[in-house]
């Protein structure tokens, strides 16, 4: 894109100077075979001045793009995802403890709801909650 943008303003830059130094040395007026006056000087001045910069311009167009191009055309959304999203499971520890809903004071043992009394040591069960 730039490259062709580039020749573009080269080329039309290369014109314009022409042109503005055909227009720069441009007769209009002729007495006895001598010039003496240069109608479209200041025209061709500005044209040659506008042209040189273009041809600059184009230049620069043209030769720098391939090293500033690469970086934009790769994609910025190419990093590898952080693991931070990963979790781990939660704990499976508890479950027989919480069906168990009576507590022995004695063993520390946890019986079922249905338990009054500790089948080992015959202690009064407690309700964990
Ligand atoms: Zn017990």
Redesign the pocket.
């Known amino acids: 894109m730039a490259r062709a943008a580039g020749i573009v303003s080269l080329v039309l830059g290369a014109v314009g100077a022409i042109a503005g130094l055909v227009l720069y040395y441009s007769c209009t007026r002729t007495f006895f075979g001598g010039c003496v006056q240069y109608g479209f000087r200041d025209v061709g001045l500005l044209a040659m001045i506008f042209g040189g910069v273009l041809v600059v311009v184009g230049i620069v167009l043209f030769a720098i793009p391939e090293k500033q191009a690469m970086p934009a055309v790769a994609p910025p959304y190419a990093y590898p995802m952080p693991p931070s999203m990963y979790q781990p499971p939660v704990s499976a520890a508890t479950p027989n403890v919480q069906r168990n809903e009576m507590f ?6 946890h019986y079922p709801a249905e338990y009054k009394v ?6 009064e ?1 407690r309700s964990i909650s």
Do not use: K, M
């Open positions: 022995c004071p004695t063993c520390g043992n500790c089948p080992r040591d015959s202690s069960l």
